[in-house]
């Protein structure tokens, strides 16, 4: 049984056409960003908040909590620009931007959306 011929983001085609020309686009998008977001949220639970509490150093806590606030905005609009191409369910989509705010809980999040809507199914 031969494979179906896949676009560029691996979607299959008719799938492609199904759930819109600038879903793949849209998908990528939000993946970039869920990392983002992802490793800026462990790097300042791991590091800069300890960093705070037990060396008095201010300065990492402000600058990566400030990167993680403005980038956690791209992110929540990437997520819904995609929610909204795909037609997500608005539990689904609720649940991945909650996600997004729970260290190693946005990558499950990230892997999940991906996987669904790569598939068809609505998140």
């Known amino acids: 049984m031969a494979a179906e011929p896949t676009t560029a983001s691996r979607l299959p085609r008719a799938l492609a056409r199904r759930v819109g020309r600038d879903v793949p686009a849209a998908l990528t998008r939000y993946r970039v960003m869920a990392w ?12 800069a908040v300890p960093l705070k509490y037990l060396a008095g150093i201010d300065g990492p806590v402000s600058v990566i909590g400030t990167a993680h606030g403005w980038l956690y905005f ?13 037609s997500w369910t608005l539990r689904g989509t609720v649940l991945t931007l909650v996600a997004g705010t729970v260290p190693i809980l946005s990558f499950v999040a990230e892997r999940n959306a991906t996987r669904k809507t790569r598939a068809g199914a609505r998140v």
């Not at 992802?38 to 590091?47: E, F, K, S, T, Y």
């Not at 929540?76 to 620009?81: G, I, V, W």
């Open 36 to 47: 983002i977001v992802g490793l800026l949220l462990i790097a300042l639970i791991l590091v």
């Open 74 to 86: 791209v992110f929540f609009l990437t997520a819904c620009d995609l929610a909204l191409r795909a």
